[in-house]
Each structure stands twice: as C-alpha cells, then as structure tokens.
C-alpha cells in the first residue's frame, strides 16, 4: 500500500488532480464556446439596434435585426464593394458582420470596412462601425448615418477600460443622444469633432466633450475622423446613383 504521506504520493496526487482539473476546465470551454458566439453576436446586433434608436433586448434583438437590417456590406478605401450579405445569401470572402474592425485598419489600403443598411420606417440609415484608442485601452462604437449621407441618426460608444464617472461617461446615454442631427462631412472631409464647451465654434459639426475626461474625448473625436474618412469613397458612390 502507497504511503499516503510521502512526498511523491503527495506529488503523484497533486499532479493527477491538475490534470484532471485541466480536462475539465478544457472540455468546458470548448462545450461553452458556441453559446459565447452567440451571446457576442446578440450584443453586436443590440449595439447596431440602440446606434439607429430601435428598442431592444437579449430576447428580441436577433429578430429585430433581421427585420431591420436588410443588408450589409464590406467596401475598400476605394469605395468599392467586396462582399454583400443579403437574404442569408453572401457574395464575397466573408459575411461583414463578422468582420473584426479593429483588425482590419491595421491592414491599411487592403482593409474591408462594413457597412449594415438598415430599413426604418421606409428611410435608409447606414450604421458605419468605428474603432480607436481612448485613455487606457480600445473604445468603439456605430454611427447611424440618414439617407443624405451627411447627418447623424444615433450613435452608440462603448469602451474596455475608460474611468468611472470619467472617460466612462461615453457610454452615458446623454453623450451619445446629443450626436443626433449633428453633421459629419463638408466637402468630403470629415468635420465631425468632440471639442470643449468653451472651445467650440461650429454647433453643425461639433459634439461636447465629456467634461474632465480630455484624453477619452479626443480618443472619440479621432476615431470618428480617421474611421469615417475610410467611408468617404463609398458615399461618393451613393450619390452618383
């Protein structure tokens, strides 16, 4: 019989229980992974949803979608189109929903920039997701852009590690609302920008910063330049149709 309170039963147990500890946790993963899937595609269509203003929740949101989101789109910096979604029929590479924007601008000139097409109430909105760098880590968003090509319907921020009460303050649902209406480009140049208070000059183009939170506000207001000038090209196509 094993000497129970040897160093190497105690060793040779340890060991086992590691292992076995191991097995378990892998095989839970795996099992859970699909239902993780899920739950981050829920919340991405949540997201697009709340950027146009339609209501919804974790039950209602994948057929809420469906309903409204009639299509998407990946287009280059060229403003040409490269995959389309439509009817659960794909043209192209891969479906734009599943695109990971903030891998694609690292690409550069060979990235692919979605675009969902919503269909509300008889008007078009081209929600465009954007990526950038706030304070301390990644922060993204939607903006819903009306028929016009020019003018804010919603937008929606959200972020990974802003401050509490600080650059947190962006995912408040008074930053985003005071977007609606505002304009975003003049002569095909993104003018959109979130400025101080005090500092501001233009209320067509101009949001408030989120008071004491000046690096998180410029993270904004830099990616909603540099990610929304990818889209200048494909827009300009829009209204030569």
């Known amino acids: 019989m094993a000497n129970k309170e040897s160093n190497s039963y105690i060793f040779m147990y340890s060991t086992i229980l590691v292992v076995v500890a191991a097995a378990v946790l892998a095989v839970a993963a795996v099992g859970l992974k699909p239902f993780q899937k899920k ?33 998407e789109l990946a287009v280059n910096k060229k403003g040409e189109v490269v995959s389309t979604y439509e009817n659960q029929t794909l043209k192209g590479e891969e479906r734009p929903f599943n695109i990971e924007l903030s891998k694609q601008l690292a690409k550069g000139d060979e990235a ?30 939607n903006v819903a852009i009306a028929d016009d090509l020019n003018t804010i319907v919603g937008v929606l921020f959200d972020h990974k590690g802003e401050t509490p009460g ?10 985003p609302a005071q977007f609606k209406g505002i304009k975003i480009f003049e002569n095909d140049e993104v ?14 183009f101009e949001a408030d910063a ?24 494909y827009f300009k196509t829009l209204k030569t149709k």
């Open 39 to 71: 739950n981050q595609e829920i919340e991405k269509m949540q997201q697009l949803l709340t950027a146009v203003g339609i209501e919804n929740d974790v039950k209602n949101a994948e057929d809420l979608y469906k309903k409204y989101f009639v299509q």
């Open 112 to 141: 692919m920039l979605p675009i969902f097409i919503c269909n509300q109430e008889g008007k078009t909105v081209y929600v465009v997701p954007v990526h950038g760098k706030g304070l301390y880590d990644a922060i993204w968003g």
């Open 166 to 175: 600080l650059g947190a303050e962006i995912t408040n649902p008074a930053f």
């Open 191 to 204: 003018k959109l920008a979130v400025v101080k208070s005090s500092k501001k000059t233009n209320d067509t």
């Open 210 to 233: 989120v008071t004491g939170a000046t690096n998180t506000s410029n993270g904004v207001s830099n990616m909603l330049k540099d990610c929304l000038s990818n889209y200048v090209e």
